[in-house]
């Protein structure tokens, strides 16, 4: 009996140590809202008023959000453009869903890991966030991930 209650505790403590609590964030320049990790704490918030910069409380981990009109087409041609500036910076994509106005993408460099969501906004404008985290991590952060996913949304159905 003794065991199971230590077991019971163990595995309790280890659930609160991995579930995080958040809060939302708006962004009124874009129209777009998404849930953080009240763990993080902001590193930068630009004038422009486009997103938010933030760091995991031990600084491996970064974390930003933000929003920006599309200048090179569409939705799709955005994200593509942008897939190309991380491949470019030496990520190597291993995972990349798309639909007409969404794109989530993840790839790895070195011992790091980086995730990529963007939704279509209206005014031709896209949301976007990015994670970037050490691989060992990766368990820790997937359910935040998970989480930010289904949270990134606009504020307003598009005309």
Known sequence: ???RSVVSIAVLVASAATAADFATYE???FGYSIDLPTDFKTVLTP??????SLESSDRSTKLSVWGNYLTEGGFAQESKLRWKFEADDGWKFTYEKRGPS?????GIKGDRIIYLRQIALCDDAMGNFTLEY?????????????RMVKTLKAQRRCD
């Open 27 to 29: 962004n009124g320049r």
């Open 102 to 106: 969404w794109a989530s993408f993840s």
């Open 1 to 3: 009996m003794l065991r």
């Open 47 to 52: 004038e422009n008023g486009d997103g938010i």
């Open 134 to 146: 050490p691989s060992v991590a990766q368990k820790r952060y997937g359910p935040v991930i998970e």
